[in-house]
């Protein structure tokens, strides 16, 4: 969650979650279906929306596409499965009915996006058809059902010229309508859209009529491209500048190890424990758990790689203005956080970096182009890129988790350090490949526990140090709740051993995904310049793939 409240979830199909149920991770092959369930047949939902047109990109648009061009055809990496149920004994006409209103209601479900000689465009179709199938779930909960074929609806391209970006199913149990499958393209939707399709769900299958959206995508462009909404667009990437001339020129400027096969992982840590002691240490210290998880995982890779000044992409919702919190489509783009960490405490630094996480929030609504330009531009006259590939991404609705066991004495220290024997950890996904991403902090959407998964580049990290890491972030919270912790301390409290550099050892290339030579001496001036074009979001974006 940002500051501004709102749900956002720009990289995990894991995370866009169903009101009852979860879907399965889109990087995992889906299960067989359930014996006995069939494909009834088809059914056209024909919609007629109050208005067609076409108009720009909106940032939040502009910033999934430039990542699909970054794929090869084909890729369904920005794909999105989800699912809703149906509620109440609803009949097959009521359920298709609602479908209809949710494609006239909001625009986004019914634009293409094509190549103009002026630039990429939204095609805003007024009027048309969706083919949605029908399925006997046969024996199977509704809901699980529903997981599968929306991990099969997700798992071809979208043609964005030719199709809309959804795609639906029904499943039926016993012949009535249980549960909706959904396929999405992020260019349709991120996780804050996703929270007011399921709101209009709900109240579309009742029967009621909610108020007609006032703020569409091809409003949202308008107001980006002139008065205000430039204004800001324009002091967001002043920000970053003033950020980015500052930052570290590379974090991970130490000899790669040798990476495993596939290089990328991704490992899952849940922990009761960490979720009551990020709570308690919030209100202690008058900030949110988000900036208590942000500013440790800053600590952590400060106690790591021996820099003392961090900075790490946060992915932002972008959804404080009320018209773009009411808007269906993507919004979420990356805010830029640095923290300088010199000495003192925990407390102290959490502070610090509350304000400054607020601060980065406030600025993540660009133009994505001209923050890329004024980001080669810096890199330019630094002598390199700056590399960005650490990233913070909290995918919670409500940035707490209301289903945490109670505490017979809320804030004991003894009580919150014995819920660490109840500690899990899990493998959650690996890849051979994630653009422009060392490391990124996941917070789950989980409401019971806290779950923190940690994506990781192994030639950086090894596995090894991914697990001390999360476990290393359970055990400085966990301790703080006890005393404050000395930064000075975190390595050894932490088990974290600082990387060794080599006399004279410097990175001669920024891009942690690249194959660059490591050498001796001074860095060379031809190190390569493509990382900056893709390291403010490639890697934010993984999260999604791999998967909130």
Known sequence: MNSDGATFLRTDPERFRAETDDPA???QVPPPPEPGATVDGTAVVEFTGARGGVAPLTWGQSSIWRLTTWRADGDSYFNMPWTLPVYGRRDLDTVLGALRRLLERHETLRTNFRRTPGGMVQHVAREGRLTVQVVDGGHARPLTAARELAAGL???????EAELPVRCAVVTIGGRPRAVAFGLSHLAADGGALGLLAADWRDLLAGSDPPEPTW???????????????VR?????RYWQAVLEKAPAFMFDYPRHPSG????????????????????LAARWSVSTASVLTTASAVLLSTLTGHRRIAMQLIGANRHDPRIGALVGPAAQDGIFMLELPGGTLAEATRIGHRQALTAYRHAHYEPLGLMA???????????????????????????WPDLPALEQPGDPAEIAALTGRTAFAPAGSWDHVDATTVQFIIGPARETCELHLLADTAYLPRTTVHTLLRGMETLLV????EDVP???????????????PPGWERSQTDPAGEAPETSGPARADADRTHGETAETSGSVVAEAVGG
């Open 479 to 482: 301790s703080a709740v006890a």
């Open 374 to 400: 004024m980001r080669e531009e810096v890199g330019r006259g630094r002598g390199g890129p700056i590399d960005l590939s650490a990233y913070f991404n909290d995918t919670r609705g409500g940035g707490d």
């Open 25 to 27: 991770p889109a990087s």
């Open 487 to 501: 930064l000075d301390a975190v390595a050894a409290l932490c088990g974290i051993t600082p990387v060794d550099r």
């Open 261 to 280: 096969e596939p290089r990328f992982i991704r490992i899952l840590m849940r922990s009761v424990a960490l979720g009551a002691a990020a709570d308690t």
């Open 216 to 230: 569409q995508p091809m409003d949202q462009a308008a107001f980006e491209r002139e008065g205000p909404g430039a």
């Open 233 to 237: 667009g324009e002091r967001a990437v």
């Open 154 to 160: 997700a798992v071809a391209a979208f043609d964005y």
